[in-house]
């Protein structure tokens, strides 16, 4: 089969990859990438454990032809090493205990990571429904959604102090 | 314990909220799947499966030029079929091949694997396949499936049931004491219990050892070996499982698989690793394969709400196959055990049947039997009540096994450990403001409130097990401690963590016992090579075992490690105690370093006292309770409710969760056992099912079909705990692990037919989506015209 040229950064490393038109994203970083921390859960674009950054939004990498992403900046849980909001959600998710097998949680943090950035007035209510789109089917969420809202209403003392 | 000791242990060891040590890998992406691992020259594997339910199938034509890609049974060499054989009289052995061999008996039975350097590759091999086969009727129906006219899945069977059980006490008597007296036909759907990762199976020959090492997602990886060899007739010792990160299990992943035996077949056969990765439509199409009960249930009460006896005819759909290890008939032969739950039965007549159908093989979910027999049986309670005009409340108060019988043997033999299920139940009532729900229905408002208690065993061992006669036995539950020179403690279990952060309880553990920071226990699980044997995680058992396990190991260890402190010390064994991880003169206070300890033991043997253990500082140590009925956890669950009779949604206000599971080794990580079982009750109550229509085609093959709860699904959930010590445990804890996926669809049913009390309508079958509460409300409606 005949494969695409594309050019990606991935987490902040230009990269020339050759895909099959009908590889998708997800199977293309984890498979000659080697970034394994994005987990295929539905492969239908349900359930969210896919999710990876795409030109800085949230997408789903298991619906998303990685053909189609020529030049685009993809950042996977693996490339917020030095990012502050992804640390405190990090530390967030383990004081409320928001992940147990951890499958899902790569995704979610990505999803939540978006969710704080965004929405910094984001109440309960707001949160959860911007967390649909992600499933878990370990924690029954308690955990997750209180870990988002504890690292908004820090960083809203923070802008405050 | 001096007070330094019970303030440390108090954060680190048994009964803290300690964080998990899994967490940091998982946080950043490093969490090792089976997915996520390769191995060179590796090929995917691709299954060709069963389009249809019930099939004589006369062969599979494999694409020109690919044939020796793909694998049918005959290719597979001499691989015997799955068989889980239950001593229970009168039961049907059925024999599972690990690829359809004359019949297909379930849509998306494995017939033929292909085989490509890619997962696509293989795929489009699947494509290429022809497939011959001659449709059969479909047995789709588990109250029919028994019935004479219906065609036999198993050649050579009188009807297609597993198993039939009886238990015959005589209610003759009681319509004519009765005060009340209701009966119920209810109905839970088929679930599939979709852990976020699918199953997946990497198999390797390796020729040196002479081993085939099988990396696959399971819950139980030393009992998947003895399945396994046994399959492929090899020694025990020629197979290694490895269990790596597991996302998920639930019961989903407490099988040997079709899948493990292919592909290991196949692996040693072309000498070159072999990967499978179910993906979510096989999972959904192929693997919804639980839940499924009937239930003509009928009670008798005196006019305090006082149960005389009970009635139950229970089917549950057991599928196709008997599934290794546990069975087709784990869940129907259950429910007569499990039926009085709580309660004070006198009398129980109950017939069950493990109907044999064309759909997927029964598996266990997390509550296994208890969901829907709680269901049925608090359901039918509220019924009574309703009859008798008294409370939900009151009802379960007069029939609850109260606190000074403990422990209690109920009618049918269970042992409850401990506990005060009544207090838990009142607890509950008194957190909801129920005069404002009673005034919110006056006023016409569907709101409702509802109830559920139930207890769980958890952790039944021997002498539960042995009667069942199904492949395994629980025994003596294994855990091996050994202090490396460096004198970090190894602590190896045979059971397996997917989620449930043993890597952090077990390490409380190992603390709690000899005082070694948790930071410096490395808790190893999931490799049968680097572990001792053990059945595994499933039923509620590993805390209660591994922990009392490791604890006995951490014990026997302390012995042997104050031995040597103690010459270190110039003093008597007797002068010295095991704490904060050193060994100190009970005197002076002197003390060395466990990592002294280490150190010359390996290190600077001279030093060694005469006739130290010539063991050294390695043990395995084995555990069971006495007596090993199980311990029994409780719950009371009660919710709010709002229906809206237009659209028939409902809502969940409010959910309360009591709860009593003994000591707690780690509360939050009780919390979130609780929670996220707690989410799936709420899925299997509202939104779950997996329909099958009359050519037993399953007809939810997405997520988008398939509901599972998301965020805005489950409600912010209020827990409160009760800590009762189970007396048989180690440290008093009980198994709880199961116990949030129990009581959700009783409660929430209760809720809703409390809502809709004044309309006159009931809700009978799971889920109670809109189109089941819509139906309930007309039927109600067309019942008073």
């Known amino acids: 089969m005949s494969k ?119 109440d309960e209510t707001r949160v959860r429904e911007e967390m649909a789109g992600n499933l878990c089917r370990c924690t029954g969420y308690r955990g997750i959604v209180r870990a988002v809202l504890r690292v908004l209403a820090a960083r809203r003392q923070g802008f405050q102090d | 314990m001096t007070a330094g000791q019970a303030a440390r242990a108090a954060t680190l060891g048994v009964g803290a909220s300690l964080r998990r040590k899994e967490d940091a890998r998982f946080l950043h992406g490093l969490g090792r799947f089976v997915g996520d691992i390769t191995r060179p020259g590796m090929l995917e594997v691709a299954f060709l499966r069963s389009p249809v339910a019930h099939a004589r199938l006369h062969g599979v034509t494999k694409p020109t030029g690919a044939e020796k890609r793909v694998f049918t049974l005959a290719d597979l060499g001499n691989v015997r079929t799955i068989r889980a054989n239950s001593a229970l009289p009168g039961f049907r052995v059925s024999e599972q091949p690990a690829l359809a061999g004359g019949k297909l008996r379930h849509v998306g039975e494995a017939i033929a694997a292909c085989v490509a350097g890619t997962r696509a590759e293989a795929e489009d091999l699947v494509a290429a396949c022809g497939l011959d086969y001659e449709t059969l009727p479909a047995v789709h129906d588990m109250l029919a499936a028994p019935l004479p006219t219906q065609p036999l899945i198993h050649d050579g069977w009188s009807m297609n049931a597993f198993l039939e059980t009886r238990r015959d006490d005589d209610v003759g008597d009681l319509d004519a004491i009765a005060a009340a007296k209701v009966t119920r036909t209810l109905r839970t759907s088929r679930q599939c219990m979709a852990p976020i990762e699918g199953r997946g199976v990497l198999a390797e020959w390796d020729p040196r050892l002479e081993q085939m090492i099988v990396t696959t997602s399971t819950q139980m990886p030393h009992v998947t070996k003895s399945g396994l060899a046994d399959c492929l007739g090899l020694d025990e010792g020629q197979v290694r499982i490895v269990s790596p990160d597991v996302g998920g299990g639930f019961g989903y992943k407490g099988i040997l698989l079709p899948e493990e035996i292919v592909c290991a077949s196949i692996a040693r056969l072309l000498g070159r690793p072999v990967r499978w990765l179910e993906d979510r439509y096989e999972q959904l199409s192929a693997g ?67 109907a044999c159908t064309n759909k997927p093989p029964i598996l266990p979910y997390r509550g296994v039997a208890r969901t829907g027999v709680c269901y049925a049986m608090e359901t039918t309670l509220d019924a009574l009540a309703r009859q008798l005009g008294i409370s939900a409340e009151a009802i379960r108060l007069a029939n609850l096994v109260p606190p000074d019988a403990m422990p209690y043997r109920n009618l049918v033999g269970k042992v409850f450990d401990s506990g005060d299920y009544p207090e838990a139940l009142r607890r509950a009532v008194a957190a909801f403001d129920l005069d404002s729900i009673r005034a919110r229905q006056a006023k016409g408002e569907t709101v409702g409130f509802g109830l559920a208690t139930f207890c769980e065993q958890g952790a039944h061992g021997t002498s539960v097990y042995h009667a069942w006669g199904i492949p395994f036995v629980p025994g003596f539950e294994q855990a091996h401690v050994r202090l490396s020179p460096d004198g970090v403690l190894e602590v190896r279990v045979g059971v397996h963590s997917h989620g449930q952060g043993m890597e952090t309880t077990l390490a409380q553990v190992a603390h709690e016992i000899l005082g070694v920071h948790p930071d410096k226990v490395r808790v190893v699980h999931g490799d049968t090579a680097l572990t001792p044997y053990s059945t595994g995680t499933w039923g509620s058992r590993a805390m209660v075992m591994a922990g009392g396990a490791v604890a006995e190991a951490c014990r026997q260890l302390g012995e042997r490690i104050a031995a040597i402190g103690a010459a270190l010390l110039q003093v008597q064994a007797s002068d010295v105690e095991v704490a904060d991880g050193k060994v100190r003169r009970k005197d002076t206070g002197g003390s060395v370093s466990i990592a002294d300890v280490a150190h010359t033991w390996y290190r600077a043997p001279q030093n060694l006292p005469p006739g130290v253990d010539k063991g ?19 719950a009371c669950h009660a919710c709010v409710v709002r229906v809206d009779v237009e659209t028939g949604a409902v809502v969940l206000e409010d959910y309360l969760v009591v709860e009593d599971g003994g000591r707690l080794v780690n509360p939050m990580i009780v919390d979130g056992q609780v929670l996220g079982g707690l989410a799936q009750g709420i899925g299997t109550a509202l939104y779950e099912e997996m329909p099958f229509d009359e050519a037993g085609q399953p007809l939810a093959a997405t997520l988008a079909d398939y509901l599972l709860p998301g965020t805005t699904e489950v409600p912010d959930v209020r827990l409160d705990h009760m800590e009762t010590p189970s007396p048989w445990t180690t440290f008093g804890q009980k ?41 309930a409300i007309a039927a109600a409606r067309a019942a008073r015209q």
């Open chain 2, 616 to 634: 050294g500082l390695e043990i395995t140590a084995g555990y069971r309770p006495d007596p090993d009925t199980g311990t029994h956890s409780y």
């Open chain 2, 288 to 354: 919804a394969n639980c839940r499924e009960h009937h239930y003509v249930i009928t009670a008798w009460a005196d006019r305090a709400g006082k149960l005389l006896g009970m009635e139950c005819e229970a089917t549950v759909d057991a599928g196709a196959y008997s599934s290794y290890p546990f069975g087709a008939c784990l869940e129907a032969a259950q429910v007569g055990s499990i039926l009085p739950g709580p309660y004070i039965l006198p009398l129980l007549r109950c017939h069950t049947i493990s």
């Open chain 2, 735 to 775: 198994g709880i692990g199961e116990s949030g996926a129990i009581g959700p669809p009783a409660a929430i049913v209760n809720a809703i037919n409390d809502a809709l009390a004044s309309l006159g309508a009931e809700v009978f079958d799971l889920p109670a989506s809109p189109p089941r509460v819509l139906a």
């Open chain 1, 4 to 122: 695409i040229a594309i050019s990606l950064t991935v987490n902040g490393t230009p990269t020339d990859l050759l895909a099959e038109p009908r590889e998708q994203l997800a199977d293309l970083l984890r498979g000659g990438l080697m970034l394994t921390g994005t987990h295929v859960g539905c492969e239908h674009g349900v359930c969210g454990a896919c999710t990876v950054e795409i030109d800085g939004v949230p997408a789903r990498s298991c619906i998303t032809h990685a053909g189609s992403c020529d030049g685009a900046v993809i950042r996977t849980i693996e490339g917020f090493g030095d990012d502050a909001v992804m640390a405190a959600l990090r530390e967030a998710f383990a004081c409320e205990h928001a992940l147990q097998c951890g499958y899902c949680t790569p995704g979610m943090l990505v999803a939540a990571r978006d969710i704080v950035l965004r929405l910094p007035e984001a």
